[in-house]
């Protein structure tokens, strides 16, 4: 996963969130319970 926080004062609250899952893993809601544990 990786995070990228904005520089500027106008975007310093906000990050782009990224993250990989493996193709053979994809379409079993793995990065959608990733990112509900990320944002309780």
């Given at each position: 996963m990786i995070?990228?926080?904005g520089s500027v004062?106008?975007?310093k609250h906000s990050a782009y969130l990224v993250i990989g899952i493996l193709e053979e893993y994809?379409?079993?809601?793995?990065g959608t319970a990733l990112f509900q544990?990320?944002?309780?």
């Open positions: 995070a990228i926080g004062k106008r975007t994809r379409g079993q809601g793995i544990v990320l944002f309780l």
